[in-house]
């Protein structure tokens, strides 16, 4: 059965039976919340520019509805560009041809539907989660390093660049390596670069330069040495305008033969700014970006790694990463949501032997987007600490609390009655209202809490699950 192609001119979209693609080119606006809906979106390869700009966009926001589309470039030669490439899902020459990649777009967006996808604490951690779900749907599961002469860094990972601005493209270098010291990626050695240590470009620019003055700008000559009177001096030294033999200015005598009565034992460099004359250079890397002069021994060395997904991380791609030791580690008071589950497993074994209580509480920030995005990044960190802090006021010591996404924090409350654990909670969200209120005037934050008591009968696993969730009461 074939169905037919039509193209919408007045709305940009391309029609393949049910399936709607949105159809993006440097004559229409850009609205990329509108490509939610779409089956894909199809970019007009021609201007590189213009390709590489939409492409980005897409890749870099972070809804799943729109970094996970489908991306087709149309005619042009964008598709050729290492970059991009490695950021699409095929390439058109007519729309006709979408029912040659229908296949394989439509296992895409099955795969897509495989994730559970979290928000996370950090930034990082954000951009590694959208990294493997990005892989897992793509069925990637080595990552190259490109080099691109439109990087900064001279070596790239495409999908995680799009996330920072030039300047600051240096940081998919951490932003990898967190990932692997996660166990999310194994490595191995692909090359080394060079940035500069003022601005972290790799656009450097190599020369030799005087010692003196730094001045790339010298003349240089052969050092000659005269071995009957024992001279040494440059080249010019011994030449003269009527010949082209060479005499010695010390001793007068004519210069025979190279190795038995003269040598040639280095190179003697003229600087034409300061005249300094010298046998060695310095090495100056001079930043093209920010025009620092680096000494090449204090350039910041990067080894660049090819990455394979372990099975860990292949894990997380369907589930998703929360958190880096880093952003756990910088709120005091709080356990990894690892550590946090194997504890709850353990308090399950226990409650087997035991008759006790123990329950979960889980607070939700409802309006946590909108929280976020009116505190800078350094300022959520102290304000999680504020929170954790207020937490671990109304709770024992020996209650456990984590973050299982900067949305949702979860606390262990063990032996105790559930309705205690609920008034303990109600007493949580009355202190955190007040905090907020107190830091922020005119933004009031949503929480919503819900208590669960351990089932000694059902995996921990499952009740986390249950947990985060459930529905949950204001
Ligand atoms: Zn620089
Ligand atoms: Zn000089
Ligand atoms: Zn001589």
């Keep these: 059965m074939s169905r037919a192609i039509t193209i919408d001119n007045s709305k940009g979209t391309v029609h393949f039976g049910e399936l709607v693609y949105l159809y993006l080119s ?60 490695t950021l699409i899902d095929g390439t058109l020459f007519s729309f006709e041809q979408i029912t040659l990649v229908h296949d394989h777009l439509g296992s895409i967006r099955q795969r897509i539907k495989d994730l559970n996808l979290i928000h996370s604490l950090s930034v990082e951690a954000q951009i590694i989660t959208k990294l493997l779900a990005f892989m897992y749907t793509r069925e990637v599961k080595e990552l190259e390093p490109i080099s691109y002469v439109y990087s900064n860094t001279n070596y790239t990972f495409p999908f995680v660049a799009c996330h920072y601005p030039f300047d600051d493209e ?18 191995e050695f692909f090359d080394r670069t060079y940035s500069c240590s003022n601005c972290h470009s790799s656009h450097l620019n190599y020369r030799e330069v005087c010692p003196k003055c730094q001045s790339p700008n010298a003349i240089s000559e052969d050092l000659i040495h005269h071995f009957p009177c024992a001279y040494v001096g440059p080249i010019s030294d011994f030449t003269n305008q009527l010949d082209d033999q060479l005499d010695c200015p010390k001793c007068s005598r004519r210069l025979r033969h190279i190795g ?17 004359t010298f046998q060695d250079f310095n090495v100056y890397a001079k930043c093209i970006s920010c025009l620092y002069e680096n000494p090449v021994e204090l350039l910041i060395a990067t080894d660049i790694l090819r990455y394979t997904l372990t099975k860990k991380g292949e894990y997380a791609a369907i589930n998703g990463f929360s958190s880096t030791p880093k952003d756990i580690e910088q709120i005091i008071g709080t ?34 987007g909108d929280f976020y995005s009116k505190v800078s990044h350094d300022a959520q960190k102290v304000l999680l600490k504020e929170i954790v802090s207020e937490i671990r006021s109304s709770i024992r010591s020996s209650d456990m609390i984590t973050f299982h996404s900067s949305s949702t924090i979860l606390i262990a409350m063990n032996e105790i009655p559930k309705r205690i654990s609920e008034r303990i909670t109600a007493e949580i969200l009355q202190l955190l209202r007040t905090l907020i209120e107190n830091n922020f005037k005119d933004f009031t934050i949503q929480l919503e809490s819900n208590v669960s008591q351990l089932n000694y009968q059902l995996s921990a696993d499952l009740q986390m699950d249950m947990v985060i969730n459930a529905e949950v009461n204001e």
């Design 26 to 85: 440097p004559n229409r606006s850009v609205v990329l919340e509108r490509s939610m809906d779409y089956a894909g979106i199809i970019v007009d390869g021609k201007n590189h520019h213009f390709a590489r700009m939409v492409i980005q966009r897409i890749r870099g926001n972070f809804k799943p509805e729109i970094y996970l589309k489908p991306i087709l470039i149309l005619n042009g030669t964008a598709h050729r560009e290492p970059f991009l490439r």
């Design 260 to 276: 038995v009565d003269y040598d040639k034992p280095s190179i003697l460099h003229t600087c034409q700014k300061c005249t300094n």
């Design 335 to 368: 356990v990894k949501y690892d550590t946090f589950k194997t504890m709850v497993k353990y308090e399950i074994e226990r409650l087997k032997q035991t008759d006790g209580s123990s329950n979960i509480v889980v607070i939700k920030i409802v309006n946590a």
């Design 170 to 187: 240096h940081t998919i270098f951490e932003v990898m390596k967190i990932a692997q010291e996660e166990g999310l990626f194994n490595s």
